[in-house]
């Protein structure tokens, strides 16, 4: 734990070393993994009978409801000063061209929405 960080989380640089150039290390593939990811979203919606032919639909979203952070995976680069860290929020470092409050681990956002039905 290091409250410095990111979720106060870091992997410890100290544990490992490059291996000598022409040789593989013994770390198996996937053996460090990312930061867990949580987010709670909530919706509530209601509808309204206005007459027997027209009927109002009200809807509020939530999400990411705690406003959790969650972080993407940690800088792998053993030269790197950051190594271990990470250094953007999920939302961002998945990418994909979409925007990152629609993302898993973005900020709390709230969408309302109303429609009548006829």
């Known amino acids: 734990m290091n ?4 979720g ?3 992997f410890n640089s100290a544990m490992f070393t490059a291996a000598p150039p022409g040789e593989r290390g013994d770390l198996t593939r996937n053996n460090l993994r ?7 979203d909530f919706v509530v919606q209601r509808a309204f009978a206005l007459s027997e032919r027209f009927r109002l639909q009200s809807r509020a979203e939530f999400f990411n409801i705690f406003n959790h952070p969650n972080f993407g995976s940690p800088v792998n680069y053993l030269t790197s000063r950051l190594f ?3 250094t953007q929020t999920l939302n961002s470092y ?3 061209g979409l925007n990152p409050l629609y993302q898993i681990g973005g900020p709390r956002s709230i969408q309302l929405a109303m429609k009548l039905v006829f």
């Open 3 to 6: 409250s410095l960080c990111p």
């Open 8 to 10: 106060d989380k870091i």
């Open 34 to 40: 990312g930061f867990d990811a949580f987010q709670a």
């Open 84 to 86: 271990g860290q990470a």
């Open 94 to 96: 998945l990418g994909g």
